[in-house]
């Protein structure tokens, strides 16, 4: 079964600055794909970025990047230029590309921001 | 287009009742999938509906159950509500086709459930 790994419960960082959210996943699937969520406080989940497996590309939307290592099966999340508000909860999440088995995420990382 | 509704955004129950909540996925999503989402336990899933079948549950105890009817809107019911079950529930649709695109969730607001 997949799962999902977010080792970092709480992070922070100063405004204007960048930091790294860490995710790894286990799956013993080809092609599947990998997602990073926003949950802002008392605020909508929102989807931040998303990379398919079979690209090598690493996926980059504005600010957001990912550093996706398929062989370490790792998944990270970059914001850069990080601003007030960017401070949120953020779920990584997989899903195995089949269409039968759910999405599936990680416990989350609370990101503070500092300024 | 419309985002993902939930309704009612807030309840309170008493321990021992059911409650029905409902979700309206964007249109032309035939999927709806229903997380509970607490402080202690994270994210976890529900159970997922798809053309109005269950196509994926969760582990979760049966007084959680949930359909889909045929304009894809779907309700989740709780029965004999426990203390524990006190959480957010959120309802995220997907278009569910092929291709990356069709395997992103879109959340709704989420309800508030609180059993005193």
């Known amino acids: 079964a997949q799962t999902v790994t977010q080792s970092q419960p709480e992070m922070s960082v100063q405004e204007a600055e960048t930091v790294t959210l860490s995710c790894t996943y286990d799956?013993?699937?080809?092609?599947?794909?990998l997602f990073w969520y926003k949950q802002p406080p008392s605020r909508q989940m929102i989807l931040v970025i998303r990379q398919e497996a079979y690209k090598q590309q690493n996926a980059t939307e504005n600010r957001f990047s990912v550093n996706f290592q398929k062989a370490a099966k790792s998944f990270s999340l970059k914001i850069s230029d990080s601003q007030l508000g960017d401070a949120a909860m953020y779920f990584c999440a997989a899903n195995e590309g089949s269409g039968n088995t759910p999405l599936v995420f990680g416990k989350g990382t609370r990101l503070s921001v500092i300024a | 287009k419309a985002g993902v509704t939930q309704t009612p955004r807030y309840l309170i129950k008493t321990r021992g009742q059911q409650v029905t909540l409902s979700c309206s996925p964007i249109s032309g999503h035939r999927s709806v999938s229903w997380y509970q989402q607490t402080p202690g336990q994270g994210l976890q899933f529900l159970f997922e509906y798809f053309s109005e079948t269950q196509r994926n549950k969760g582990n979760f105890p049966g007084r959680f159950s949930g359909r889909q009817f045929s304009n894809s809107r779907s309700e989740m019911n709780v029965s004999t509500l426990e203390l524990g079950d006190s959480a957010l529930y959120l309802c995220?649709?997907?278009?569910?086709?092929?291709?990356?695109?069709?395997?992103?969730?879109?959340f709704g607001p989420g309800t508030r459930l609180t059993v005193t």
């Open positions: 995220a649709s997907s278009a569910a086709g092929t291709g990356i695109f069709s395997y992103e969730q879109y």
């Open positions: 799956t013993s699937e080809s092609d599947y794909y």
